[in-house]
């Protein structure tokens, strides 16, 4: 039977591009981070003289072959103790012949109707949420600002107390900011693993199908034929079996969905959910039950 020795090896380039595409792309005021609070100070770099605190070793020149420094530095002769000869090894049937197959992994993503899904609803949750911090942001430098200008009627009590409450009102924002970060980088790995899991178990029927019994990457080969790609094929079989996958709603904790123990799959979802986003919410009982 063929195996697939290293799963994380093949879909690596699915998660990392993945990741990549729903990190939020905004910065905050006075920072390149997310939630860098304006009177935060920003992390220092290394300063020159630590970073040169080490230099590397001078080079010195190799001492004439002839001087006795020199006879000083060559290698000991060390003892030898006997080792057993080890035993021959009894004849076994060679391995099968190699028939290879080629793979574009991020070539069956760009292909895959359950990726676009993600890309296209959990896309829209990160632009929300860049849209929100920013609106926020522009409060906050608002408050700051009447503030400044209302410091010279105001006692120092009351400007401290002012002070206080907007960096409360900061920090409990960014908290929230975080949270919502934080749900949608789940969500976007409860979707992709779906896809993951299916990619490995399709490229398996694939190859069989075609009697391979290796399948490397395209990226890592040099020369190839036609016959050996399956990346076209591969997408077309996972696009039939998956067209789409199960994504958390967009107020949902994925955590706490899981620890429910109510985690819905993708059969249990709408058939048009690949055109219309996440699952939809259970529809209500009928008036008179309960």
């Known amino acids: 039977m063929m195996r697939f020795s290293s799963k994380a090896a093949l879909l690596g380039a ?22 860098v609070p304006k009177t935060q100070p920003a992390a220092q770099a290394p300063h020159p003289a630590a970073r040169n605190a080490a230099p590397a070793p001078v080079a010195l020149p190799a001492p004439a072959a002839d001087s006795q420094e020199a006879a000083d530095q060559a290698p000991p002769v060390l003892p030898l103790p006997p080792i057993p000869s080890a035993p021959e090894v009894a004849k076994e049937a060679p391995p099968p012949t190699t028939i290879i197959g080629v793979i574009s992994v991020s070539g ?15 896309g829209a949750r990160r632009d929300a949420l860049a849209q929100d911090l920013q609106r926020e942001q522009a409060g906050w430098r608002d408050e700051q600002q009447t503030l400044q200008a209302q ?36 969500a976007a790995q409860v979707s992709l693993g779906q896809i993951e899991r299916e990619l490995v178990q399709v490229i398996q029927k694939v190859a069989a199908a075609h009697g391979m019994n290796l399948v490397l ?15 076209n094929e591969v997408a077309a079989n996972l696009n039939k079996v998956l067209p789409n996958v199960f994504i958390p709603e967009a107020n949902v904790d994925p955590e706490e969905l899981a620890k429910s123990g109510k985690m819905p799959t993708t059969a249990d979802g709408d058939p048009q959910m690949a055109a219309s986003g996440p699952a939809p919410a259970a529809p209500a009982a009928p008036a008179g039950k309960k």
């Open 108 to 122: 069956v993503m760009r292909q895959t109707s359950a990726a676009m899904q993600v890309e296209r609803v959990l």
């Open 217 to 231: 990457h395209s990226e890592q080969v040099a020369l190839h034929v036609d016959g050996q790609d399956i990346t």
């Open 14 to 35: 699915v998660c990392l591009s993945f990741s990549a595409a729903l990190m939020p792309a905004a910065q905050a005021e006075g920072g390149n981070g997310w939630f």
């Open 151 to 186: 410091a010279k009627s105001l006692t120092s009590d009351q400007i401290q107390t002012r002070e206080r409450s907007l960096q409360a009102k900061v920090m409990k924002a960014q908290r929230d900011f975080r949270n919502r970060n934080r749900i949608i980088q789940e």
